[in-house]
């Protein structure tokens, strides 16, 4: 018997392990996928947002601030990257001029700091490659950028070493009413549990049907991203944004924290779930959109893509709460800024359990950093000396592209990683410019001989992402080519 499950190991989902394994009561959580962070908390741009945006009435405003304020400790006691680089809110034309006022306005009611109106003089000293025809700029230096899915990592490896017990490729199929609580289903197994928190994305309210919780409806509506060569590196320093729609904050350009420069996304409803294609309609909106303000930037540039699905709740607002069924929570409708407000909503949820009757006692051993993953391209050249003697596997690279080496592979693994995705993006091996051209092989071949499995085992990203197929001796080889 557990004392809360959580069903689904996005952001959301790791960052309520996590708050949770503060205390003294027994968790698991319950991923679909392979590997934690593989929903929409690994495809979105990764944006810590200043704060302003939402307004204060609506949960996903009052969350948003609080949770920008807590991003500071825990990439330090996560060790994974984090910065505030600050955004600029352009307004192109007239009429822009008064939202951007409003926006300000409404950022320091909530106690966003340091929030200015910048001059075309001003940006140009600032931002030398945007537009010239930008009429005013609202700067908010609280923005900041962060890589979403080493957070998920990091918020789970910290949970576990707390006492969290991790389920993956475990997914819930159905949920039964029980004296004292709720026995959930997966394809493997049974789990029982007092609390059952709903953290399913963009799957939450299916999972809310299998408790007959379902009062809302989650609309997906589809993002378009697009990486851009690293040549590009400093084109912009800052997050750059149009003024917002009321569906949208608009196609952005996005300086990532590795350095690279991102731009998207669209905003698209679709139907379909499991729709993450990227399409040359999506291309053309973002790259028509950002070089009316950076026209520098080319669709040339572009070295990969992909595409993430908003969980848009019915009401446009997150649905955290209690439901009608007893020791029922929906933690869902997480839309952007839900990775911004993710520690903010963990807070928020243990409030809400002790609330309802959860004993919450603090654990007095309770860790809250983790060692974090080494880096080799971030070592000067003493500390990589260092490495090297202490562990000749730092002396053999992986990826060059992103300077990667054997040692931060097998660390990886170690850690959890699965799949080459896993590895992608625990330590960028596969995200530079020649897209795994290189290092592929060499990752499989890491993954095959640490984890004893053969490579028609391995996939990209679990189950229907294989990479090898068995040898079928009845195919002659050259037929078929
Ligand atoms: C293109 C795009 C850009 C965005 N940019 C930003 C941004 O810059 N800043 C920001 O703050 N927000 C942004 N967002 C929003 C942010 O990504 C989401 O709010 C956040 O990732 C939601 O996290 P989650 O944990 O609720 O969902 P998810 O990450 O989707 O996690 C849900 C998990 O539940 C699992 N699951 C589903 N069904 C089951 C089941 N039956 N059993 C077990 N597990 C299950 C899934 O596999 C998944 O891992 C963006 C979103 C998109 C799409």
Redesign the pocket.
Known sequence: MYDVII????????ALARELSRYRIRVAL????VE??????????????AGHHAHPDTLKGQLEWIGNQMWDDLARDLNFGFSRIGELLLAMQAEDLNHLEELKKQGERKGVTGLEMWSPKRLRQEEPNLSHDILQALHAPTAGVVN?YEACFGLIECAQQNGVELFCG????SITREDGGLLIH?SRQQFRGRFILN??????D??AAMVGADDFKILP?????YMLDRRLQGIVTRLIFPTPTVSSKGVLIIPTVDGTIMV??TAEDVNDREDLSTTFSGADKVFTAVRRYCPAISERDTITEF?????VADSNDFVIGPSPIKGFFN??G?????????PAIATYVAKMLRGEGLALDEKTDWQAKIEGPPRFALMSAEERRAAISRDPAFGRVVCRCELVTEAEVLYAIKHGARTLDGIKFRVRAGMGRCQGGFCTSRVLDLLSSTLGVPLTELTKRGRGSELFYPRDDRIAPGDGL
């Open positions: 069903i689904g190991g996005g952001i959301v989902g790791c319950l991923e679909r996928e934690v962070g593989f929903g929409t908390s690994k495809t979105n741009s990764g944006i810590i947002h979403p475990q997914p819930v199929l997966t953290a399913a994305g963009v799957f939450a299916q999972v509506r589809k993002g378009e991203e998207g996304p595409a993430g699905l908003r969980a933690v869902a997480i839309q952007s800024p839900g990775l911004t407000a993710a």
